[in-house]
């Protein structure tokens, strides 16, 4: 499959590159980010003026429009990584491509419908969402690079043209191999996308349309097992590979298949005053989830002779479990849209969800009948009002189920831009969601992870408040939650783990603050981002750190003649001790513990990257002070975070 990829990449690059250019690159970097269109240039114009870097438009789904950044800023350091996006709030793992805990609960979204679960392997899994779509007057390519951990390498090549001022077309492949450090760890994953934009001479018919295939591929250890040999600091376990762990030979598998378009069309023949619009949305997606493991018992080492375990307790199977679950979706959403230029846009529209969740089994355990399959079909109606207008954005929305279901999402955002650096962001949100499957049903040949729930909906009520100024940026949350769910751990002999669903019948409050500000003096920066997290509960069911930050003391200057744009500093990544949510992989979920506490370690981190033309190169020795602060760093409880080591790689754009 991937070599079919290459063979289409390499295909589409020689077409790219066969184009009449439509201008060189200037040297301008200033861009419109308000989302207004700019005339670009047409194919076939050879005496056209040079293209802008504004003109490489990046457009979301939202219509929110963006220009291409070749740039080098503190902001790229944050974003060069496994997820391509900032990853603060979240706690990586030992090797790149692995799940991540996560410190900041405010980065959660919520969604009326029901999910499959396994949110441990969602994390680098692109939802419709996160696609961009792309409008560009020269043929554009990004090359990302990265070393990893282990015998591997992440990689993720990007191309997009325009083969008319009103097509364009984007293709990308990102990959990822890492072996890491300790047994039984390594990382493979794929993340293909296709996607086209296109609309009329007289835009009346627009059309945005995606394909992804995503496959993620873990080793499953399970954690180490005595930690005292992790945190002893000896020689002979300095080589990770010598400590033991759970599982041996345990692995998941998550692979998704999406296929995606959302198009308008305006009824009146000529753009005016007031516009008349029909609008559809399609997404249907296919995923496949599954855990294997080869041998049941875990053997554990010690100086009294060896025991023998089963970690996640008795099995149905002795050896060779091979555990598969599948899910398919279909949304479709289907409305009418008034545009009105003074006013703004009011939509009504109808929304279809069927889903099927199923296995190929049914399970008789006890007096209960674990079943097959959940499907059901869920009907909706909602409107929409949206308004932009010169410094005021807003976008309410309102949807509820019309079928058995009881379903509502309240949405509303009022952003209000002063200027360029000061603005201030409300949203709302008052919700009744659905569970997601892996709470109402999951089938394992483990003989206790086997369950059929009718959970209550969860309601949740979040209100955020973010300020930009010049001064500071800060963001104030406030989230109310009602019949939460959660995995957590129940009693089992020593060793062995065994977890279940369950429901919180009591009210979790949360707040968050959050505040930062990248200082500058003469060609130093001093970035900073502090969060403060607050739950008012009963038991101890949402667990978050008091304190999370990061710090960035950087150096920025051109040399030889300006041909050399340098960057170099030093991060410090810091939470507080709290009782973290630990990993499960037979459920890829993390469940709630309240034994083991893990944080208060700093994680510094040295970087030296630069630019030359548009080539971005970066090195970095990350978590270098390691052996300086004591082996008590961990991501999750029995899983430590990554020792010292040296990784480097580079981004490269090609404006053809």
Request: aromatic fraction near 16%; proline fraction near 2%.
């Amino acid at each position: 499959m991937r070599i079919i990829l290459a063979v289409v990449f390499l295909f589409i690059t020689s077409i790219s590159v066969s184009q009449t250019k439509l201008g060189s690159i200037g040297s301008g970097r200033g861009g419109d980010n308000t989302g207004n269109e700019k005339k670009t240039k047409s194919p076939g114009l050879l005496n056209s003026e040079p293209a802008k870097i504004s003109e490489y438009k990046i457009i979301t789904i939202e219509r929110d429009t963006t220009h291409y950044d070749t740039s080098l800023t503190i902001k790229k350091e944050y974003k060069y990584n496994y997820l391509r996006k900032d990853n603060f709030g979240l706690q990586q793992f030992a090797n790149e491509g692995q799940t991540y805990t996560t410190l900041d609960f405010g980065i959660n979204q919520f969604n009326p419908y029901p999910e499959i679960g396994f949110s441990g392997k969602h994390f680098n899994y692109l939802k419709a969402n996160d696609i961009n779509y792309y409008h560009v007057p020269t043929p554009l390519t990004e090359l990302y690079f990265k070393t990893v951990m282990e015998q591997g390498q992440n990689l993720d090549a990007f191309i997009t043209l325009n083969t008319s001022p009103r097509l364009n077309f984007s293709i990308a492949y990102k990959g990822l191999r890492s072996l890491g450090k300790y047994t039984n760890q390594l990382s493979s994953t794929g993340n293909f996308r296709f996607t086209t934009n296109y609309q009329t001479q007289s835009k009346r018919y627009q059309l945005k349309a995606h394909f992804t295939a995503q496959d993620i591929l873990n080793g499953e250890n399970g954690g180490i097992i005595n930690l005292e040999d992790f945190e002893g600091g000896g020689e002979d376990f300095k080589n990770r590979i010598r400590l033991q762990v759970y599982l041996t030979d345990a692995q998941t598998f998550l692979k998704g298949n999406r296929y995606f378009y959302d198009h308008y069309f305006r009824i009146n023949k000529n753009d005016s005053q007031n516009n008349l619009y029909l609008h559809h949305q399609l997404n249907y997606e296919h995923k496949f989830y599954n855990y294997k493991q080869t041998t049941v018992a875990t053997t554990i080492i010690s100086d009294e002779g060896n025991t023998f375990v089963n970690r996640f307790g008795d099995s149905y199977v002795i050896n060779n479990i091979n555990d598969e679950t599948r899910y398919n979706r279909m949304y479709n959403k289907v409305g009418a849209l008034y545009e009105n230029k003074l006013l703004g846009e009011f939509q009504f529209f109808i929304e279809d969800f069927r889903y099927n969740y199923f296995y190929n089994r049914a399970i008789i355990q006890g007096d209960q009948l674990i079943p097959s399959n959940l499907n059901d079909e869920i009907q909706s109606v909602g409107g929409q009002y949206t308004y932009q207008k010169n410094k005021w954005n807003g976008k309410f929305s309102y949807t509820s189920s019309i079928t058995d279901q009881s379903l509502s999402n309240l949405n509303g955002k009022l952003i209000f831009n002063y200027n360029e650096k000061n603005s201030i962001d409300l949203r709302y949100q008052n919700l009744n969601r659905l569970p997601n499957h892996t709470f109402s049903l999951f089938q394992s040949s483990y003989v206790n992870y086997n369950w059929s729930n009718n959970f209550k909906n969860e309601k949740i009520n979040n209100i955020e408040a973010t300020l930009k100024t010049q001064w500071i940026d800060a963001a104030l949350q406030l989230t109310t939650l009602n019949d939460y769910l959660y995995f957590s751990q129940d009693e089992a002999p020593q060793d062995q783990l065994l977890i279940t669903p369950k429901q919180y019948d009591q009210t979790i409050n949360y707040l968050s603050i959050k505040a930062g500000k990248d200082l500058k003096f003469w060609k130093l920066g001093f970035d900073n981002t502090v969060l403060y997290q607050k739950v008012d509960q009963q038991n101890d069911i949402l667990n978050v750190p008091e304190l999370t930050l990061r710090s960035t003391l950087y150096f920025t200057g051109h040399f030889f003649k300006k041909a050399l744009f340098l960057q170099t500093g030093v991060t410090v990544n810091y939470f507080s001790k709290y009782k973290a949510n630990d990993y499960n992989p037979v459920i890829a979920d993390f469940y709630v513990q309240n034994t083991q506490e893990i944080g208060n370690f700093p994680m510094v981190d040295f970087f030296i990257n630069a630019k030359i033309k548009t080539a971005r190169i970066y090195l970095k020795a990350e978590h270098f002070n390691a052996a300086m602060t004591g082996f008590n760093y961990y991501s999750a409880p029995n899983n430590p975070y990554r020792d010292f080591i040296v990784r480097f790689g580079m981004e490269w754009n090609f404006f053809l």
